[in-house]
């Protein structure tokens, strides 16, 4: 078990730029999930899946935001035309099972949008 | 729909001291619960959860929570407070379809010398 990894571990850009952050599971772990979390806040739910099937997206994210997550391995985030409040620790946990599996979280992806 | 409340956002405790850290939520369905603990500049590491065998839960570290379905609660506790516990901890509920998580707020753990 060496963990959820996760690249980079921080990222500046300028506003309008796109950027891409990487997730690479627990190796047996089935589901994968992103979050989002603010300072002082609890991490906001983003989307997840399950294998390579995405099952639920938050509704608050907007088309901005995209997931991928190809051969039920690692997953991509994308942020395409970022602005200033998309500032924010990125995190991705996985997970074997649904439910009652508790997540195990990586260090997160610290975004800083200029 | 399923959501957590945690009581204060900051709690300040002397070593030694209980840790009470509140927690109460709302699920239509039976509830799985979780307690996580975060070091600043990292992820969450799971401390405890409830997925109805018992409901007094033991976690790591000395941190137990009581799950009470009268009062939609499950508060986590510490004896003894030690410098170390010093983290944010978050409370969570496992949505009613099994599938993501529902984070409360958090509440920042100081503890004094």
């Known amino acids: 078990d060496t963990g959820v990894s996760q690249n980079p571990r921080h990222k500046i850009t300028k506003r309008g730029q796109n950027v891409t952050f990487r997730c690479d599971p627990i190796s047996e772990h089935n589901r994968l999930y992103w979050y989002r979390q603010t300072l002082g806040q609890g991490p906001e739910f983003l989307t997840y899946?399950?294998?390579?099937?995405?099952?639920?997206k938050s509704r608050l994210l907007s088309d901005r935001f995209s997931a991928e997550r190809p051969k039920g391995s690692f997953s991509t985030l994308e942020i395409q035309r970022t602005e200033q409040g998309d500032s924010a620790m990125y995190l991705c946990?996985?997970?074997?099972?649904?439910?009652?599996?508790?997540?195990?979280f990586g260090n997160g992806t610290r975004l800083t949008v200029t | 729909a399923q959501s957590v409340t945690q009581l204060g956002s900051h709690v300040s405790v002397s070593e030694g001291a209980l840790v009470l850290l509140r927690c109460n939520y709302s699920?239509?369905?039976?509830?799985?619960l979780f307690w996580y603990v975060q070091y600043p500049n990292q992820g969450l590491q799971l401390l405890l959860k409830?997925?109805?065998?018992?409901?007094l839960v033991k976690g790591i570290n000395g941190f137990e929570a009581e799950f009470k379905k009268s009062e939609t609660s499950f508060h986590l506790t510490k004896p003894s407070a030690h410098m170390s516990d010093a983290a944010e901890y978050f409370c969570a509920v496992s949505d009613n379809q099994g599938g993501k998580l529902i984070f409360g707020q958090g509440t920042e753990l100081s503890v004094k010398p």
């Open positions: 946990a996985s997970s074997l099972g649904p439910g009652y599996s508790p997540l195990h």
């Open positions: 409830y997925t109805s065998a018992a409901t």
């Open positions: 899946f399950q294998n390579e099937a995405q099952l639920e």
């Open positions: 699920s239509s369905v039976p509830p799985y």
